[in-house]
């Protein structure tokens, strides 16, 4: 039941695991979560309230929805090799450590102007509506870009703001390691078609369905 | 006829504190810039002075708005008390100075992602089968649409076809050669066609369009794109052409209306 996707998000709601393993499912879940440790997965559980799109169970109460997720983290490597580009890593991360500053909630505009720092204007567009259709962002009834349910189920926020916070500005890392190549010298940045950024993303926005 | 102007200012007042109040909920201000006991004054002051409805009910809304602007203060300093709390200037000059791969590391470093499967079970394979089955065939459903008898299918000619832009009337190929060739025709004794001369045609679209086969001769190594100061300039070539003779940059050309308009006036 957490593993397969049933409609657009994966994992399953607490009074789901409750019809199909009885009352004491929070104990099987604890022993799942025991056995998958081997696999360096683990049982996230992310409350209601956090996710918008989850309504509450039949029998009214709190609603908790429950995921597998890796439990370590990916090297550069790996994560490369599920198809998400270093531009996208980055976007990503620049667009969440400044909702998370701002309290969990952000103009576009404003999003769409630091993601396009990094990687371009026109592939911040691109990127910004691939990260609202797989989850990463929501957008509420005014129009501002909120934290998604893959981000509250996927992203340690605490530890991305702490490394933030206490990172060494570019020019530190550059005298620190003078043979690496600056941002600044490398050759004119060619845009890709939204196609590429697309595809980039395809895993996760084939949740959406 | 002071009591008239009197409610005419409260009103305006109590618009733009409402107007304030949105202003900080759209996150365009800090909630703490306004002064909560000083928007409660006013408030009180025209309080007594409303008679109608409408009135009423613009301060039943201001004192809504200033009671979210108060929930947004007090979840500001929760969020502060936090360890989540990083000044969003701070946050923005950080990741303005970061490169793309200190970015990515750092995500990589707090990212755990969901595991999700996608497969064919043997129970969804059954409903779906049974779906299949009491599906109604295509004319059955058609019938319920009354849509009328189908159009028998018709032939269309080639001509016919390229004027709904179906089908284009000379290949791709013989469209740039032709182009190269009208530009090899309109150049001076210099040897070149100024840029806008050379593309701006009768209409905007058609303009757009001869700028896009010009981007696609310079690409194809067809035609140079000299570029001086304000002026930009082509210059055709003459075949054997190789891809390796493009412009190996992208030069982005706006297309302003006013390009356009002295040949149409």
């Known amino acids: 039941m957490l593993f397969f996707k049933r409609g657009r998000v994966p994992g399953a709601r607490s009074w789901e695991l409750k019809t199909g393993l009885g009352k004491e499912y929070l104990k099987v879940l604890a022993q799942l979560d025991e056995a998958l440790k081997d696999l360096d997965l683990e049982v996230k559980k992310v409350e209601s309230q956090t996710l918008s799109d989850f309504k509450p169970g039949p029998d009214g109460e709190e609603e908790m929805r429950y995921f597998v997720r890796l439990k370590g983290t990916l090297t550069p490597k790996e994560a490369r090799m599920t198809g998400w580009r270093i531009d996208n890593l980055a976007a990503l991360a620049a667009c969440m450590s400044l909702i998370v500053s701002k309290q969990g909630k952000s103009e576009r505009k404003e999003l769409e102007q630091i993601i396009g720092e990094k990687v371009g204007r026109w592939r911040a567009l691109t990127l910004t509506d691939a990260f609202l259709r797989s989850g990463y962002l929501e957008e509420d009834e005014e129009g501002l870009m909120k934290i998604g349910w893959r981000t509250r189920a996927e992203l340690d926020l605490e530890s991305l703001m702490m490394l933030i916070a206490e990172s060494k500005p570019k020019g530190a890392i550059v005298e620190e390691e003078p043979g690496e190549v600056s941002e600044s010298a490398e050759p004119a940045e060619v845009e890709e078609p939204a196609e590429a950024v697309e595809a980039e993303l395809e895993d996760q926005a084939s949740t959406d369905g | ?265």
């Not at chain 2, 269309?156 to 032709?178: I, N, Q, S």
């Open chain 2, 1 to 265: 006829m002071a009591e008239k102007t009197g409610r005419v200012s409260g009103r305006r007042e109590l618009e733009e504190l409402i107007q304030t109040c949105v202003s900080i909920e759209n996150r365009q201000f800090n909630p703490f810039l306004l002064d909560i006991s000083e928007a409660l004054r006013i408030i009180r002051r025209h309080a007594g002075s409303w008679k109608t409805l409408g009135d009423n009910l613009l301060d039943m809304r201001a004192i809504t708005s200033l009671a979210r602007v108060v929930g947004l203060q007090s979840a500001n300093l929760r969020f502060q008390s936090s360890s989540l709390f990083v000044d969003p200037g701070m946050v923005k000059q950080k990741v303005e100075s970061m490169s793309r791969e200190q970015l990515a590391g750092f995500l990589l470093l707090s990212w755990h992602p969901v595991v999700e499967l996608e497969q064919l079970t043997e129970a969804s394979t059954k409903e779906a089968l049974d779906y299949w089955q009491k599906m109604l065939s295509f004319f059955e459903r058609r019938k319920r649409l009354q849509p009328g008898p189908f159009d028998s299918p018709g032939a269309m000619d080639t001509p016919e076809l390229a004027r709904m832009r179906v089908l284009e009337e000379k290949a791709f190929g013989r469209r740039l050669e032709d182009l190269r060739r009208e530009m090899k025709e309109k150049i001076g004794e210099e040897g070149r066609v100024d840029y806008w001369t050379f593309v701006r045609a009768s209409n905007f679209a058609a303009t757009v369009l001869r700028a896009q086969m010009v981007s696609f001769l310079v690409s194809y190594g067809m035609a140079m794109l000299e570029r001086k100061k304000e002026k930009m300039w082509l210059i055709p070539r003459d075949p054997p052409f190789s891809t390796g003779q493009g412009s190996p940059l992208s030069l982005p050309i706006p297309i302003p209306m006013e390009a356009v308009l002295p040949r149409a006036k």
